[in-house]
């Protein structure tokens, strides 16, 4: 793989990611997960399925257009290429309080990748775009391909949720990073799954969701005590 | 969203959304120019309890009716801090910016700065020309310090009562804050401190850089304090 990526996948990449616990913070609230390290280990497994898959699969997408639809040379419609696969992950993402994250997160990392791997591809996300399109676009400007950007994607949808895990509860963070290895062949078949959604047209993207976690989300942002934004 | 409408939004820092067409302050991944169209950026930053927000409450007091001021606070875990300013009365409430920090108050102002970045630049946009914005770091440790791509100085704010052997301690917020401030000297004879201990032990770790003493009990406009910003952001906007 190469170094420009390991730098994305980073978790001390300074793109505000240490401040969102991936939804473990509302579900510490609400009593759905502990210190016991199964319910933590399934929280991560239901997130890969959800927020991994449906982050992979857009941020594949992304990579893919980046190669395809750069603005300079404008292709015909490539603004309206990029306000489509916006609109998919709107409707995909069903909590206010989510899409808000996802792009305060995704300005973060535009900031981050503009200085790091300058592109003309970033002009066309306006200044507020989905985090997994930000990330999708910044893996082809460091020269990555759609199933690195579904990898990475995957990656951050589950390190960040055990990073919080291990703040919030003090758990050990060893036994934490064997369950989170042993999830490792489950995270591979997702990127597998995502990286086919690349090439197809977005309103084919998948559609995973997780109602509970929507609904603890616009909680937490009510919430008087919050360690995490989100 | 109308401007006005989400200017305040982000201003209180509630939920909206972002629509991709929406006129922002364009991204430019470099530094911003060191003085064109920002304010000046000065950190407050020192342990839990020291005084910060006290502190950044009278600095608003006294330098809010001279410049186009702006406050972001770093709470740990909840918005106590900007809730506690926007009460006091002493700034505009939709002046006052809260960012969330996922229980590492040092990250999000040394590592990973995006945030706040986002919040100051929020704030410049709402309130342009923004002369100075204080950001307040949550309450942390000795090991504190401010990132330089986020504020221009900073004030690092210990307090007496936490032991006059303190600044002997050092640490980077200590010996690297561009002003030290030592708070609540009006306690000192009751704890025990030894003012002058303290004194001497902070120049020596400093080498020099200045020293403050203040009791805002005894001086509530924190007069020292706010000079010493007017003079550096002064010397910031000379270059």
């Known amino acids: 793989m190469r170094q420009a990526l390991l730098l994305l996948a980073d978790s001390r990449l300074p793109a505000g990611a240490h401040a969102h616990s991936g939804g473990v913070a509302p579900a510490v609230d609400a009593g759905l997960v502990d210190h016991d390290l199964t319910l933590v280990t399934d929280f991560l497994r239901g997130r890969l399925h959800t927020a991994g898959l449906l982050a992979a699969a857009i941020a594949a997408r992304a990579c893919h257009l980046a190669g395809t639809h750069v603005p300079e040379p404008a292709p015909v419609g490539a603004a309206a290429v990029w306000a489509e696969l916006d609109g998919e992950v709107d409707a995909r993402t069903p909590a206010p309080e989510q899409r808000k994250v996802s792009r305060a997160q995704g300005r973060a990392l535009l900031r981050v990748a503009r200085g790091a791997f300058p592109h003309p591809g970033y002009a066309a996300l306006g200044t507020h775009p989905h985090h997994p399109i930000a990330l999708g676009v910044a893996v082809h400007a460091a020269g990555g391909t759609p199933p690195e950007a579904a990898s990475l994607a995957v990656a951050a949808a589950i390190s960040g949720p055990a990073s919080a895990a291990v703040r919030l509860l003090g758990l050990d963070p060893l036994a934490l990073t064997a369950a989170h290895a042993a999830l490792a062949p489950m995270a591979d078949a997702v990127v597998a799954d995502a990286t086919r959604y690349a090439d197809q047209p977005s309103d084919a993207l998948p559609a995973p969701s997780a109602p509970l976690l929507d609904l603890l989300a616009q909680a937490h942002a009510r919430s008087e005590v919050r360690l995490f934004a989100s | ?239």
């Open chain 2, 1 to 239: 969203m109308l401007p006005d409408a989400h200017a305040q939004a982000h201003a209180a820092g509630e939920p909206h959304d972002h629509d991709v067409f929406e006129q922002h302050a364009p991204l430019t991944g470099e530094a911003a120019p060191r003085t064109a169209g920002r304010a000046f950026r000065v950190g407050v930053g020192g342990p839990v309890g020291s005084g910060k927000t006290a502190l950044v409450a009278a600095l608003c007091r006294t330098l809010g009716p001279e410049m186009q001021l702006g406050v972001v606070t770093n709470d740990i875990y909840t918005t106590e801090d900007a809730d506690f300013l926007r009460r006091s009365g002493v700034l505009a409430p939709e002046r006052i910016a809260a960012v969330e920090t996922g229980c590492c108050p040092h990250t999000a102002v040394r590592d990973d700065i995006a945030a706040n970045l986002d919040a100051v630049e929020g704030l410049e946009e709402s309130f342009a020309p923004l002369e100075l914005v204080l950001v307040e770091s949550g309450g942390d440790n000795l090991t504190m310090t401010f990132s330089r791509g986020l504020v221009d100085v900073q004030l690092f704010v210990l307090d007496v009562s936490g032991g006059d052997k303190v600044p002997r301690k050092g640490g980077p917020g200590v010996t690297g804050s561009d002003l030290l401030v030592i708070n609540k000297t009006d306690l000192a004879p009751l704890v025990g401190a030894d003012l002058g201990v303290m004194d001497r032990d902070a120049a020596a770790v400093r080498r020099g850089k200045p020293v403050v003493f203040q009791s805002l009990r005894e001086d509530p406009s924190a007069s020292t304090v706010a000079e010493w910003i007017r003079d550096a952001r002064k010397a910031w906007l000379e270059g």
